[in-house]
């Protein structure tokens, strides 16, 4: 029924020659804001921003957090429950560190341990809701840090030295590459009008670089000169003339000149301009014949959303091809504004990111009083949250007091320029804050970074279309234990099957259910903190033998690190001086792993058996474990297959197991080997006790597990519960060997659950510790009814 509605709908729009979403009665920009409403609604956008202590790490010290979470189309908390993920990935897109907190309240609390043998390196700290997995990676909140170790040349094993300097090839050739791009405004270069383009001059890593250059036509005439003003971003304006071809010559700061293809020029077609300015918004547009009517007279629609949220539509008549539109800019709030020209026939032909809106931001105003009040060890700080007319504001923010010399060369953020610019645009701004702080005295700076930018988050043929993008991950709050039951025999899920879930911690609670038609069972809304051990079981098959649990498992692998403009080469190529193969188990990343259980053979004997030496292990992942140690196995395309037929038709892939359990291809290869005890491949007969499955055989892995039981009636696991953030500490490495630099910075204070009554007033009484002489404070937050606030300010300590 469906599959003819469509095809009854796609007739009518043919013969109309307009949209099939063009049906109801209502007034042409009433139907974009209807569809755009119905859209925004249900994708309900979040973001999340981590407040850090400080802007640099070393290995041993701990990173503390506070994750604020919002409502993508307000920017307002999000002040309802909800999951919240936060994880620190390395260079080779491992996860080093993860955690799962519970927010509430639109905040969460957090910190991170790094461990004092953690690789000298350069990290990811990514943080995102379950809610924002519908989305895509692409907008989750993403910090690069380089993380230094000091002692980590004196125990690198020999293959991280050589993937080191591998890594620095690529970074050094990205450095080199340059690329670069033209963005006439709107999206057209339009003939017979003055145009004005952005362009941007940045390497491979993202990173601007300076540079000049010329527009040539195609008589080898310069029509137009530009040159880069911050960040490898400039503008200019060019008159094309109709049918002509241009090349830009452009010359990079190295001295390096090359020419690039000029966009196309468009004879017929539509030129939106907009000029923001601190009062009214100027949108022009122009038209050239071809498109319109020869009276010049065309009906046209300027729609204006923010974030989803629709602020101004309007349909205007063209006169002589020209209209001019003035907004105030209080229509709009503080951030990004998406204006699009549609026609009358609901083509959006044009389009325009601004940088509107003034008056959200919040007033943070510090005083400090003299310490005698409190005592001579503290010194009372009092804040005043206000909004811009002076109003008193509630809200929740968090502080930092640092000591110590910051490290420009890092990825810095701030609350304010994050939510406002950097979550709305795709790629990586390599200082957002400096368009913020320019707004009052120098704004067209955010107007030509925003030339270079095109709306990311939906497109409008879907939107008016109807099309909803599918909503899976829930936002509710809870954790999950979910799989499906299987018989191993049969190969066949076990409907109407009970399961049983008991909670081994000292709750010892205990959860009962039965599988669904699809052999699917799900335990949600689970509520506990820290590791959580457990154990999933179930009755036995009526032939006396177990059935298989096969688990949904969502996190640990699967991870991308992208090198970006904040990527530094890694600093440790080679080994130290000290360097020693004979380590303890508080000196290296990779030492001898504590006593474990082996896991007993469960399925008879296999064909080859693979054991994994948790010391000398080089490899890293079990794909290049299987390449390099295993016997009669075939590697084609990603896949591997044991050799020789297995099946009518050929060689198929062989099917993994972890521990007893049925996972694919991608969750086996990915696993670390260090992790692993050992591999067993089974081939022919000897897979024949994995009944139909094991047809084309079968390779199981063994994780290295304390009192493991194997695969048995009950399943043991373990999974993250939430996270118990930890109290405050000072970070100063106080190891004998530590290296610590006197002068980088060190948190010596960390409020983060600062909050503004009515009043708009919070109080801190800030600890005075021995060597702090000067202290540099960060206050950032948000209010509960709207506004973002940012501040810093340093302080003397006599």
Avoid: C
């Avoid at 349909?315 to 002589?320: A, F, G, N």
């Avoid at 368009?435 to 497109?459: K, S």
């Avoid at 390779?699 to 953030?725: C, Q, W």
Wanted: hydrophobic share 35%; no cysteine.
């Amino acid at each position: 029924m469906r599959a003819k509605m469509n095809t009854i709908l796609a007739v009518l729009s043919f013969l109309f020659l307009i949209p099939a979403y063009v049906v109801s009665g209502d007034r042409p920009e009433q139907e974009i804001i209807n569809k755009l409403e119905l859209y925004s609604s249900s994708v309900q956008p979040q973001k999340v921003y981590l407040h850090l202590d400080k802007t640099s790490y070393q290995a041993g010290q701990t990173i503390w957090f506070k994750a604020y979470v919002f409502d993508g189309l307000t920017n307002t908390p999000e002040l309802s429950e909800t999951n919240l993920y936060a994880e620190l990935i390395n260079s080779d897109g491992k996860a080093m560190a993860m955690k799962v907190m519970l927010a509430d309240g639109g905040y969460a609390l957090g910190d991170m341990k790094l461990d004092t043998n953690l690789p000298d390196g350069n990290y990811v700290l990514r943080a995102y809701t379950n809610w924002m997995r519908n989305s895509g990676e692409e907008y989750y909140f993403k910090r690069y840090l380089y993380i230094r170790n000091p002692r980590y040349e004196n125990m690198i094993p020999r293959m991280d030295v050589f993937r080191n300097r591998l890594f620095n090839r690529k970074i050094g050739r990205l450095e080199r590459n340059y690329e670069v791009a033209f963005f006439p405004e709107g999206g057209n270069l339009l003939a017979g009008v003055k145009n004005r383009v952005a362009f941007k001059v940045v390497d491979q890593l993202g990173k601007g670089q300076h540079a000049g250059g010329e527009i040539l036509n195609s008589s080898g005439e310069i029509v137009a000169s530009f040159s880069t003003e911050l960040e490898g971003i400039g503008v200019f304006y060019i008159d094309p003339l109709p049918g002509e071809i241009y090349t830009a010559r452009i010359m990079v700061g190295d001295g390096r000149e090359s020419s690039y293809d000029f966009p196309e020029v468009m004879n017929t077609g539509y030129a939106m301009h907009i000029d923001s300015g601190e009062d009214v918004i100027r949108v022009n547009v122009e038209a050239r014949p071809g498109n319109v009517n020869n009276s010049g007279e065309e009906e046209i629609i300027i729609v204006a959303h923010s974030g989803g949220i629709p602020y101004y539509a309007e349909v205007y008549l063209l006169q002589d091809n020209t209209k001019e539109v003035v907004l105030n800019n209080d229509k709009f709030p503080s951030g990004i504004t998406h204006f699009t020209l549609f026609t009358r026939d609901y083509k959006p032909v044009a389009e325009r990111l601004v940088f509107t809106g003034t008056g959200d931001e919040l007033s943070i105003t510090p005083r400090i009083s003299n310490r005698g009040k409190a005592g001579p060890e503290y010194y009372e700080l009092s804040f005043d949250v206000a909004d811009q007319q002076g109003n008193p504001v509630e809200g929740i923010f968090s502080l930092s007091a640092v000591t110590g010399e910051p490290d420009e060369d890092v990825h810095k953020m701030d609350i304010l320029s994050y939510i406002l610019l950097d979550s709305e645009l795709k790629g990586m701004i390599g200082n957002p804050s400096l368009y913020i702080e320019a707004l009052d005295e120098n704004p067209q700076l955010a107007d030509h970074l925003l030339l270079t930018y095109g709306w990311r988050r939906f497109e409008w043929d879907d939107v008016l279309a109807g099309e909803i993008p599918d909503m899976s991950h829930s936002g509710q709050p809870g954790l999950t234990v979910a799989g499906r039951l299987i018989d191993p025999a049969k190969n066949e899920s076990l409907n109407n099957y009970p399961v049983q879930l008991k909670i081994t911690n000292d709750d010892g609670d205990l959860f009962k259910t039965n599988t669904s038609r699809n052999g699917a069972f799900a335990f949600s809304d689970l509520f506990y903190r820290g590791v959580i051990n457990m154990e999933l079981s179930s009755r036995r098959l009526p032939a006396n033998y177990p059935p298989v649990f096969e688990l949904n498992v969502s996190g640990g692998t699967g991870y991308n690190y992208e090198p970006g403009i904040f990527t530094k080469k890694q600093q440790v190529t080679g080994r130290g001086e000290d360097w020693s193969r004979v380590r303890g188990v508080s000196d290296s990343p990779y030492s001898s792993a504590p006593e474990r259980d082996a896991a007993p053979q469960l399925y008879g004997v296999p064909d080859q058996t693979i054991f994994i030496d948790y010391e000398t292990s080089t490899e890293r992942n079990l794909y290049d474990i299987l390449r390099n140690r295993a016997v009669g196995l075939n590697f084609e395309g990603g896949r591997v297959t044991i050799r020789g037929p297995s099946s009518l038709f050929g060689p198929t892939e062989a099917r993994f197991m972890i521990d007893g359990i049925f996972v694919d291809r991608q969750a086996f290869l990915n696993l670390y080997p260090r992790e692993v005890e050992r591999i067993e491949i089974f081939r022919g007969t000897s897979a024949a006790i994995f009944g139909i499955r094991g047809g084309t055989g079968v390779i199981l892995a063994y994780t290295r597990k304390p009192s493991y039981r194997g695969f048995e009636d009950v399943l043991e696991l373990s999974m993250l519960g939430y996270h118990e953030p930890g109290e405050f500490y000072s970070d100063v490495i106080l190891t004998q060997w530590s290296a610590y630099d006197p002068d980088a910075e060190r948190t010596i204070y960390w409020e983060p659950e600062l909050v503004s009554g009515p009043d708009g007033i919070m109080n801190v009484r800030l600890p005075l510790k021995q060597g702090a002489d000067r202290l540099r404070f960060t206050v950032e937050g948000a209010g509960l009814d709207g506004g973002l606030g940012f501040m810093q300010f340093t302080l003397d300590i006599d």
